[in-house]
């Protein structure tokens, strides 16, 4: 599996951001996609997940009601909208792809990783 995030840039607080992960290659055996950030200095830390199959989701609590995670099966596309933001949310923030069954929210369960892309927000 093969993930290409972009999206990110350099936005004000308040401001919106989407965020996409295009996969590609072997899509059909990864069962849950994610997104994870890593500011400077700190550990990576889960942001959002969703099911291929069912689009159930699991959010972070930092991000409940200010970032939606949806996907387009047809374009093996996932995304994250970001509302609201926060100069803590400044950060790379990662998209993933696990295998595991069931819904995880712990990187260790993720075994493919897109690149990165940088998003940053000015108070």
Not at 17 to 23: D, Q
Not at 39 to 61: H, L, M, N, Q
Request: with cysteine.
């Amino acid at each position: 599996v093969q993930l290409q995030a972009s999206g990110g840039g350099l936005v004000q607080a308040g401001d919106s951001l989407r965020l996409s992960c295009a996969a590609s290659g072997r899509t059909f055996s990864s069962h849950t996609m994610g997104w994870f950030r890593q500011a400077p200095g700190k550990e990576r830390e889960f942001v959002a997940a969703i099911r291929w199959s069912r689009g159930r989701t699991s959010y972070a609590d930092f991000v409940t009601g200010r970032f939606t995670i949806s996907r387009d099966n047809a374009k093996n596309t996932v995304y994250l909208q970001m509302n609201s933001l926060k100069p803590e949310d400044t950060a790379v923030y990662y998209c993933a792809a696990s295998q595991v069954e069931s819904m995880s929210t712990i990187a260790y369960d993720y075994g493919y990783w897109g690149q990165g892309t940088q998003v940053t927000v000015s108070s």
